[in-house]
Nanobody, 122 residues
């Protein structure tokens, strides 16, 4: 089991930046793939993911070049740096983790945080 807690959301103007954090507790975070998803309707949309040892990252096309995913296994934390934010980035952002899956489908991630709201004003 791993517990995830996100923080860092808020209100920002278009073009601004935010950094989301995801702190993990429980079993060793370093053995889990970590991902970020967002939800502004009924379905959660993949944003980015990073493998357990940070040797591979992958981004949704809509955020590539603007968002950066990273992790700090020593401190059991993951991050999503979001730059050049747009109003369409407004959503609840979720941190997710899984011991085996490294893809982009939200249904295959077993562990989730509670979400943090990001609102981008125009």
């Amino acid at each position: 089991q791993v517990q995830l807690v996100e923080s860092g959301g808020g209100l920002v103007q278009a073009g601004g930046s935010l950094r989301l954090s995801c702190v993990a507790s429980g079993r060793t975070f370093s053995t889990y793939t970590m991902a970020w998803f967002r939800q502004f309707d009924k379905e959660r949309e993949f944003v980015a993911r990073i493998t357990r040892n940070s040797n591979s990252t992958y981004y949704a096309g809509s955020v590539k070049g603007r968002f950066t995913i990273s992790r700090d296994n020593v401190n059991n934390a993951g991050y999503l740096q979001m730059n050049s934010l747009k109003p369409e980035d407004t959503a609840v952002y979720y941190c997710a983790a899984d011991a085996h899956y490294i893809g982009t489908y939200y249904g295959s991630y077993n562990y989730w945080g509670q979400g943090t709201q990001v609102t981008v004003s125009s």
